[in-house]
């Protein structure tokens, strides 16, 4: 099964990759209200700041440089609040990256990335500053970004496998909407045959947002680290 070629030396105009990610995420921030006051999101709201983030992802390389992808993260409630509170996220992120630098042992790019980004907060009687606050806000908002993103691979004689070390930044800001997400990650690709590839990754990820709605300001920073799993074909 690992004798051949990677996938990756594979000349061709189409290669297509699909998998997915557990992101065992940790939630930190603040809802900014219009009276400056701040909710804590787990101190004041008191919910879990923890919970597992599914992800699931695909991308179509063509003609080696372009590659085009979409990732959906379906919803991650953040509960178990004893006020009944919550924050729930749900994530879809379409990108372009342009690998404009590649070798054998290194790729380099840019990319440029859009989130279709849910937020729905419920916030049930909470008292912060002589003041009881309960609402439920929510919304949709869409995100540009820009970004590097670079891999190595490094040079392993004698065996099929290779290794690789990989890195991705994100950044955006623009009235009232800030975004900043990056994260480092590696991994292993496992060559079946001349057209499959498995790879097998892990990593650790940073994600800001700033988002300004009608009642709060929601400021917020998920990170964790994450393992993952795809196939290239």
Excluded: C
């Excluded at 597992?52 to 993260?73: D, G, P, Q, Y």
């Excluded at 070798?103 to 009687?125: C, E, I, M, R, S």
């Amino acid at each position: 099964m690992l004798s051949g070629a990677h996938a990756w030396e594979v000349p061709g105009y189409l290669r297509v990759t699909g998998g997915a990610r557990a992101w065992f995420t940790s939630i930190e921030g603040d809802l900014l209200q219009g009276d400056r006051s701040r909710l804590g999101i787990t101190y004041n709201l008191g919910i879990r700041n923890e919970e597992l983030a599914w992800e699931f992802f695909t991308s179509l390389r063509f003609r080696n440089i372009h590659l085009f992808r979409l990732r959906v993260e379906p919803s991650t409630l953040y509960n178990y609040s004893s006020n009944q509170s919550y924050h729930l996220v749900r994530n879809l992120r379409l990108g372009y990256d342009l690998d404009f630098y590649m070798t054998p042992q290194f790729l380099v790019g840019a990319n440029v990335d859009l989130d279709v980004y849910h937020l729905n907060t419920k916030v049930n009687n909470v008292f912060v500053g002589g003041m009881i606050y309960t609402y439920n806000e929510q919304g949709t908002w869409a995100i540009p970004s820009l970004g590097l993103h670079g891999t190595f691979y490094p040079i392993v004689g004698g065996i099929a496998l290779r290794p690789n070390v990989s890195a991705r930044v994100n950044w955006w800001q623009y009235e009232g909407l800030q975004s900043i997400d990056g994260e480092l990650a590696g991994g292993v690709d496992i060559p079946i045959n001349r057209l499959w590839t498995w790879t097998v990754a892990g990593g650790y990820r940073i994600w800001n947002t700033k988002i300004k709605r009608d009642r709060d300001t929601v400021d917020t920073t998920r990170k964790g680290f994450f393992v993952e799993t795809s196939l290239l074909f």
